[in-house]
Each structure stands twice: as structure tokens, then as C-alpha cells.
């Protein structure tokens, strides 16, 4: 126990000193005053707009992970969901990973009476389909980026985050074929179910529909936020352009090498941005006050893991009617 604290200690150390490094370096790159002041001049009735559009997205996404859990006949109200969705955004915010609130969401729904592998597989599953849904995203977008940009290192660039992520869910979905003789050990079972129940959901159009649905258009409220923010800041960015460009820039994020995605976010959109010719400033403040956004949403979240109780609940594994035709 001691040495996997450890272990954790010492990754988490190494992914906050990219965190830094990476900052240093878009700091580095950016008019600090600059960016300041473009923050600064932000109209104020962008942020409640702003915070609503993102909390929307939310909701859009407890109501896919609920979906998904039914892949594996389990349900959890939907408050419940949105609450245990809440807290791990909050744990987001703090872990070293855009992901690290998943393992918050695995706790608390097995508290709350879901068998534990449908707990893992359920929010593992959620987050791939809903990556799965944001390389459908830039897969469609990619014709209108090599319109936009002419630069072969950053076609090649956004080309290769494509299909590193296609190649990532393709490979998830070939787990079921694992030899037999491998199932002996407990986390090969589990990426053989995890892998059975991904392929039936891509096979089944009433949940893929759904939840590609609910995920593209969550993805599209993020677009719309990030657009927004150009235009408060009177920064040369189309819809369009954030159509294109900000899908690659967050699935660049998810990769866990800096905290919450600092960094990592900031260096993307100044670098994906610069290609149509936004002020490396501007792009910084619009991707510091995205992060600001979601840390200013996530802190109830921290509220609600600090006061709610953390004990197992009634057991809902079974679902009712009224939950199947519930949201």
C-alpha cells in the first residue's frame, strides 16, 4: 500500500511539473499583458450564458452515462447520476488528468449499489463513446481544416490525433477476441466484458443514436462557448473555425500528462489557432477562461462529495419501468 501511494505520488509529481513546463513555455510564447486585458474587456453577460451552455452539456452527459449503464442492467436515478457526475468534474479540476474524476464516479456509484465491474464499465464505456462521438467530430471536420490550412506539419498534426484516437477505440473493441486462456486474470475478464458490451453498443442503434446524439451536441455547446468567447474577446474566429479546430484541441487534452489538462489545452489552442492567424494572447485567454469556467462549475460538485453522505444506498440494480422511460 505504502509503495503504490508512492508510485502515485511520484506520477502525480511528474504530470504537475509538465503542467508547469507546459505553461512556462505558452507563457513564454503569449503578451501576458495582452492576454490580461482581453480578459478583462470580456462583456459580463458572456460568463452566465457561458456557464449555462456548459452546464447543459452536463446534463446532456449524465443523461448518455445513463444510457450506457443500462448496457449492463444498471441504472442510477437520474439526480444521482448528475450528482456523482458533478463531484468527479470537481475531482477533474484537481486530479492529473482530464479523467482522474471517472475513478470518483466508479467510487461513488458502487456506494450507491451498483455492482462493481458494471461501475468501472459503465463510466469507462461512457467516456469512450463520448471520445468516440468527438473523433466522429473532427473525422468530419478534417475536409474543412485542410481548406482552412495549407501548413503539411499541422495537417499531418490533426491527422495523426484522428487516427491515434480511432486506433485507441478500434483496439477496445477487439479486446473481446483476448485468448481464452488469458481470462484467468481478473482485469482481462473485465476488458473482455468491457469490450463485448462496447461492440454491442456500437450495434445497436437505439443506444448508439442516442448517445452519439447526446454527444455531438454536447460537443457543439462547447464549440459554441469557445465561440463566443472569440467573439467577446474580437478575436478573428468563425463558428466554423471552431468547429474545425477546437474538437482536435480538447482531444488533445484528454491525453493524461498535465493536470486537469492545463497546459496541455493552452499550447493546443494557441498553436491550432495561430494557423488562422488568432493573436497567440487571445487564444490563451479564450482557453484560460474555458478552464476557469469549468473549475468555477465544478466547485459545487466539491461541495457535494464534502456534505453528502458516503455510504452504500438502497441497491438500484434493477431497473423499473418508470427508469427505462425516464431520461
Known amino acids: ?169 478500434s483496439m477496445l473493441l477487439l479486446m473481446s477476441w483476448m485468448p481464452v486462456s488469458l481470462h484467468r486474470w481478473k482485469v482481462f475478464r473485465g476488458l473482455t466484458a468491457l469490450s463485448v458490451a462496447a461492440r454491442l453498443a456500437f450495434s445497436r442503434p437505439k443506444v448508439l443514436l442516442p448517445v452519439v446524439g447526446l454527444s455531438v451536441a454536447g460537443h457543439l455547446l462547447t464549440v459554441t462557448v469557445f465561440f463566443m468567447l472569440f467573439w467577446s474577446l474580437d478575436l478573428p474566429a468563425t463558428f466554423m473555425d471552431c468547429l474545425v479546430l477546437v474538437p482536435s484541441v480538447l482531444l488533445l487534452a484528454t491525453i493524461p500528462v498535465s493536470v486537469a489538462g492545463w497546459g496541455l489545452r493552452e499550447g493546443a489552442m494557441v498553436a491550432a489557432f495561430g494557423l488562422i492567424g488568432v493573436a497567440a494572447g487571445g487564444a490563451a485567454a479564450v482557453s484560460v477562461l474555458f478552464g476557469l469556467g469549468l473549475i468555477a462549475l465544478s466547485l459545487p460538485g466539491g461541495l457535494l462529495w464534502f456534505i453528502g453522505p458516503d455510504r452504500r444506498v438502497a441497491d438500484v440494480s434493477h431497473l423499473t419501468s418508470e427508469e427505462h422511460a425516464s431520461p
Open 1 to 169: 500500500m505504502a509503495r503504490s501511494s508512492f508510485t502515485r505520488l511520484i506520477v502525480f509529481c511528474l504530470k504537475a511539473a509538465v503542467t508547469i513546463g507546459l505553461i512556462w513555455l505558452v507563457v513564454g510564447s503569449v503578451d501576458i499583458g495582452d492576454t490580461m486585458d482581453r480578459i478583462r474587456g470580456i462583456p459580463i453577460w458572456i460568463v452566465p450564458v457561458a456557464l449555462t451552455l456548459m452546464s447543459t452539456q452536463f446534463l446532456l452527459a449524465t443523461w448518455r452515462w445513463r444510457i450506457v449503464m443500462r448496457q449492463f442492467d444498471q441504472s442510477l436515478p437520474f439526480k444521482t447520476a448528475f450528482r456523482f457526475f458533478f463531484e468527479g468534474m470537481f475531482f477533474n479540476q484537481a486530479l492529473p488528468s482530464t479523467v482522474g474524476g471517472d475513478g470518483i464516479r466508479i467510487y461513488r456509484s458502487f456506494r450507491a449499489g451498483l455492482p462493481l465491474e458494471p461501475a468501472i464499465n459503465s463510466v469507462i464505456l461512457d467516456r469512450v463513446l463520448g471520445l468516440a462521438s468527438q473523433v466522429l467530430l473532427v473525422a468530419v471536420a478534417q475536409p474543412l481544416f485542410y481548406q482552412r490550412v495549407d501548413d503539411p506539419a499541422a495537417r499531418l498534426t490533426f491527422t495523426m490525433i484522428f487516427i491515434l484516437a480511432a486506433i485507441g477505440i
